[in-house]
């Protein structure tokens, strides 16, 4: 729990999920039980193991790979939590389950990184940490000395980075730093994103934010609550973080990108910014896939993991890195 003043004579502003409270004095508490209270369905048929990769900032990732040997060296995935830049974590077990799936479904290094946290730490802390734990994963490359846990099954030639929601915002802005060949982590090769419900913003709002219904697993007022908490102070949605294509934002039509799947719920209220995110890429020529699940919400692959569109999801994603292997 953090607690910086005196929550107890001040009002609540803010709440998020039940584990972050914001006070009117400025103090912030954050609980350190997750928002959602699933059981770990941990059989051993993966292990894992953390690493700090950031100690300057005490920040964490989760290592996952599949227990059997393997006799191929497997491909990297980072899987970066949601949780709209304010909350979540790697280790909170809706995150852990789904990492468990996607290392044993896609036969891959699975990476979960932590990242620093909103109002506490506001944009672009998140995206600069995203950064770093990739720069971590060419630290190890290169190292005289490296972990072989890791290294004695990853092929750092097929690396592919994946984020949900907030996490997805952090996969797009790692795609256009990086940019097509991502030279600057050699021998690192990152060979595509995969953007699960990208949390993107602006100031104009779009019909399915406009429209989509309030009860809504995130809704409109938990959108701008996770926006008001995370942008940088005396910016708005419009920031090119946030809004790739706002007035202020410089244009992505002359920036070398690698293959990126767009995936989001034809119910979630991000619809439309995902949509034409995709669109908008697309028509500069990028290779863009969009993928809609007709009726789904914001997070329902790792709401019910199991579920028939989640092993759908699963089976898009196997498909994308495979062709985008080479």
Not at 59 to 87: D, E, M, N, Q
Not at 190 to 209: C, D
């Amino acid at each position: 729990m953090s607690n910086t003043g005196t929550a107890a004579t001040a009002s609540l502003v803010d709440e998020c999920r039940g584990v972050l409270f914001v006070y009117s004095d400025g103090s912030i508490v954050r609980l350190p039980k997750p928002s959602f209270s699933v059981p770990v369905h941990d059989d051993g048929s993966v292990v894992w193991k953390d690493v700090v990769f950031d100690p300057v900032h005490d920040l964490s990732l989760r290592l996952y790979k599949p227990a059997l040997p393997v006799s191929t060296k497997l491909p990297i995935f980072y899987y970066i939590h949601g949780g709209g830049f304010c909350i979540g974590s790697r280790a909170w077990p809706n995150c852990q389950n789904y990492c468990f799936n996607l290392a044993s479904e896609l036969q891959a290094v699975i990476i979960s990184p932590d990242y620093r946290l909103a109002p506490e730490n506001r944009l672009p802390a998140a995206i600069e940490d995203g950064y770093m734990a990739v720069k971590w994963l060419q630290a190890q490359a290169v190292a005289n000395e490296p972990d072989t846990w890791l290294t004695e099954v990853a092929d750092f030639g097929k690396v592919f980075i994946s984020g949900d929601s907030a996490g997805g915002n952090i996969a797009h802005n790692l795609a256009v730093r990086l940019k097509a060949g991502s030279l600057e982590l050699a021998p690192v090769r990152v060979k595509g994103y995969i953007l699960l419900a990208p949390f993107l913003g602006g100031t104009v709002r779009t019909k399915s934010e406009a429209e989509g219904p309030r009860e809504a697993f995130l809704n409109l007022e938990l959108i701008d609550r996770f926006w008001r908490l995370s942008i940088p102070i005396g910016e708005t949605t419009d920031h090119p973080l946030i809004n790739p294509f706002g007035p202020v934002s410089p244009s992505l039509e002359a920036v070398d990108l690698d293959p990126i799947l767009v995936v989001v719920g034809g119910s979630d209220l991000l619809k439309d910014r995902a949509e034409d995110y995709a669109k908008t890429l697309k028509n500069f020529g990028k290779k863009v896939e969009y993928v809609e699940f007709e009726g789904k919400q914001h997070g329902f692959f790792t709401i019910d993991p199991n579920s028939e569109d989640a092993n759908r999801l699963m089976q898009i994603i196997k498909h994308f890195i495979a062709e985008n292997s080479s």
